[in-house]
C-alpha cells in the first residue's frame, strides 16, 4: 500500500479436474428420471384410487345397484340395474 494506492499481488490458481462430477451428474439424472416414473405411477394408482372412492360414494347415494339374473330352467342370463332417487 502506498498512500491512498492499494496495489494487489494476483496469483493464478490452477485448479486440477479429476473427473468425479460425471458420476454425480449421472446419479442426478438416473434419479429424476426414476422420480418421475415412480410419480407417474404413483399419481394413476392414486386417481385411481379416488375415483373408486367417489364412484362409491355416489353410487351409494343413488342407490344404483346391478342385479344379475340366471334362470337354468328357461335358459335365460341377464343384467339388471335400480336406480332409486
Known sequence: ????????????????????????????????????????LWGVQKNEDKRDRVRFKYGQQLNLAFNPTCDLSAGKVGLGMNMSF
Open 1 to 40: 500500500m502506498e498512500g491512498d494506492v492499494i496495489h494487489y499481488d494476483l496469483k493464478e490458481i490452477h485448479k486440477e479436474q479429476n473427473g468425479d462430477g460425471g458420476g454425480l451428474i449421472a446419479l442426478g439424472a438416473v434419479i429424476i428420471v426414476a422420480d418421475f416414473i415412480y410419480d407417474r
